[in-house]
């Protein structure tokens, strides 16, 4: 994967989700221009060539431009179903197996990532890109975190993909506190400091200690006993509950390999990574946060030019 794009050249990278949409144009192998909405797949289904054409009109692209996409558009509900590839191939190689649209030329779109070892199997769309982003800014094993509504946990050897586990932390989190035994206990949706677990930085760290107990469906019962018996605060829940279920992340990490004196490199956004530099800190871990925007660049770069090779 040489990474160069031919002078002049044209693209677009997308990560298209379920919800959202997020575009990255690049102009010579330089980024050009940026553009997001809410047009995810199941907003634009089934008319997905004519609201692309819409995003690249906004853009001002030229028209032959090429695009690559990531995500749910190549899921089974989304533009075209894209087999996952198997984990065992480089990451390097991932560029290398670009889709393309049917009946679009220049459009293509990025395969997801399937892990199986025995009975377990775990898989990602999109996020592979990230990794790819990763590896092509700094080559580097380890352990990575891809934390989001579905947080991945990768550990890469010798480039290639040897553990995914995705943990469903964050949609957990929404559920459990709009619904069910625990949401009277939580504050109400604020924006900004007040929905900051950090701000309760000392229930936070109780939480991410009790995940260490193993009994998630207990522990997560324990935040409403400790909020009735008075010790813990009602407004300190939200940041328990954080804790808990964040925690619970790190500690299962650490129970299938993550050694304790490894560094993990987290690739999120900020609010999220910050959250997660804090677990490692209160159970004597490392963690570094990568600038996610510039491993993304760095993937549709390499993802751009190796599109480019393709059509040449």
Do not use: N
Request: with cysteine; charged share 20%; aromatic share 8%.
């Amino acid at each position: 994967m040489s990474g160069a794009a031919p002078a002049g050249a044209h693209w677009v990278g997308i990560d298209w989700g379920t919800t959202h949409r997020r575009a990255w144009y690049f102009a010579g192998g330089e980024l050009a221009g940026r553009y997001a909405d809410d047009q995810g797949v199941l907003a634009c289904a089934p008319r997905f060539a004519e609201s692309l054409r819409e995003l690249l009109q906004r853009l001002s692209v030229p028209a032959d431009s090429t695009v690559v996409m990531a995500g749910m558009v190549g899921s089974a509900t989304g533009w075209q179903e894209v087999p996952y590839l198997d984990a065992g191939q480089p990451v390097t190689a991932w560029a290398r197996q670009l889709v393309p649209v049917a009946g679009a030329a220049r459009w293509f779109i990025v395969p997801g990532c399937c892990w199986q070892q025995g009975d377990e199997v775990d898989v990602m769309r999109g996020e592979e890109t990230q990794l790819l982003g990763a590896w092509s800014w700094a080559p580097r094993d380890g352990w990575y975190l891809l934390p989001g509504t579905h947080s991945k946990w990768v550990q890469l050897r010798e480039g290639r993909v040897v553990q995914l586990r995705t943990c469903m932390s964050g949609e957990l989190y929404a559920l459990l506190s709009r619904h069910g035994t625990l949401a009277s206990l939580m504050p109400p949706a604020a924006g900004g400091r007040a929905d900051d677990p950090l701000v309760h930085a000392q229930a936070f760290a109780q939480g991410v200690h009790a995940a260490g107990r193993g009994d998630l469906s207990r522990e997560l019962f324990g935040c409403r006993a400790r909020v009735v018996t008075g010790r813990l605060r009602r407004e300190e829940a939200g940041a328990y509950l954080s804790g808990l279920l964040l925690g619970t992340e790190w500690h299962e990490a650490l129970a299938h390999g993550l050694p304790r004196d490894a560094a993990v490199c987290v690739i999120g956004c900020p609010a999220l990574s910050r959250l997660h530099l804090r677990c490692a800190q209160v159970l004597g871990l490392e963690a570094v946060a990568l600038d996610a925007d510039a491993v993304q660049v760095a993937a549709w770069r390499a993802l751009g030019a190796r599109a480019m090779e393709t059509q040449a």
